[in-house]
């Protein structure tokens, strides 16, 4: 009877030297999120002339009722974003300590 030899999985080695390779990354990471802010901030000030009249125009009333307007429009996006995210990070941890436990239990 032949016997099947399962292959060894090979683990990374860890050790100060990969935290240090990592933070080059991470820097690169956030000077990249900074530009994109940073390039996008134009955007930001074209904002309608005609809404912007007509809001500033408005009595006090109004203009809380248009900034509560915009909350309440900008609730339900961030709400199924931080729902998205949220459930991504969930199923991310799950496969990985699914992963885990099966490395464990495969017999080198």
């Not at 292959?7 to 935290?19: E, F, G, I, T």
């Not at 901030?41 to 509560?68: E, N, V």
Request: hydrophobic share 45%; charged share 20%.
């Amino acid at each position: 009877m032949k016997r099947l030899v399962q292959p060894k999985v090979l683990q990374p080695v860890k050790n100060d030297n990969d935290v240090e390779s990592a933070r080059p990354l991470r820097h690169s990471v956030v000077l990249l999120v900074a530009l994109l802010l940073l390039w996008a901030a134009p955007a930001f000030a074209q904002g309608c002339a005609m809404c912007y009249s007509s809001a500033s125009a408005a009595s006090k009333d109004g203009q809380r009722a248009i900034s509560k307007a915009v909350a309440v429009l900008v609730a339900p996006p961030l709400g199924v974003l931080t729902l998205g995210v949220g459930l991504a990070f969930r199923y991310g941890r799950k496969r990985d300590q699914e992963q885990n436990r099966d490395d464990d239990s495969i017999p080198l």
